[in-house]
Antibody
């Protein structure tokens, strides 16, 4: 079972771009696998953001689709999230995951000037 | 696919049998997971494929259901079980239920 670890800036300015990376260890990022991002605003529930297959196919939450991009870098065994035009409503703990079994510990991203 | 979880809050005592329900807006077969989450921690998988117990999870946790109706049961509530619980469908993309807070009565 893989281990996942999120990394990236903890503070992003409004209207800026949120960029996070998920490093995968203890397993391959290739093969028939989907890699996902989930977020959780403070005091609220879980929201699926999007996913990418190791082949490069992607799916996004319709409510975020116009602003989100998920990409994979197999050479670095990592995948990434970019969310553009952020507002305070995008402040959340962001988790990377593979299927229901493997989740990263999460990283808090605050949108504030 | 919408997931409707109930109740939103459940007050119970140690030793109680507790049941949480999740309803899908359309059939998801058995592609359903249950998670436990404590403050400041990532969700912890309890049950996958509706009724399969994740390795290392105590046997007092069980899941059942298929199609659109699912339940998570804790047979005898323990002090460590007071937490938030979420259901998740992964039949088509992912959707989470709104969550259930299990609190001390």
């Amino acid at each position: 079972q893989e281990q996942l670890q999120e990394s990236g800036p903890g503070l992003v300015k409004p209207s800026g771009t949120l960029s996070l990376t998920c490093a995968v260890s203890g397993g391959s990022i290739s093969g028939d696998k989907w890699w996902s991002w989930v977020r959780q605003p403070p005091g609220k529930g879980l929201e699926w953001v999007g996913e990418i297959h190791s082949s490069g196919d992607t799916n996004y939450n319709p409510s975020l689709q116009s602003r989100v991009t998920v990409s994979v870098d197999q050479s670095k065994t990592q995948f990434s999230l970019q969310l553009t035009s952020v507002t305070a409503a995008d402040t959340a703990v962001y988790y990377c995951a593979r299927g229901p079994h493997s989740w990263g510990p999460g990283t808090l991203v605050t949108v504030s000037s | 696919i919408q997931m409707t979880q109930s109740p939103s809050t459940l007050s119970a005592s140690v030793g109680d049998r507790v049941t949480i329900t999740c309803r899908a807006s359309q059939s998801i077969n058995t592609w359903l997971a249950w998670y436990q989450q404590k403050p400041g921690k990532a969700p912890k998988l309890l049950i996958y494929k509706a009724s399969s117990l994740e390795s290392g999870v105590p046997s007092r946790f069980s899941g059942s259901g298929s199609g659109t109706e699912f339940t998570l049961t804790i047979s005898s509530l323990q002090p460590d079980d007071f937490a938030f619980y979420y259901c998740q469908q992964y039949n088509y993309l992912w959707t989470f239920g709104q969550g259930t807070k299990v609190e001390i009565k």
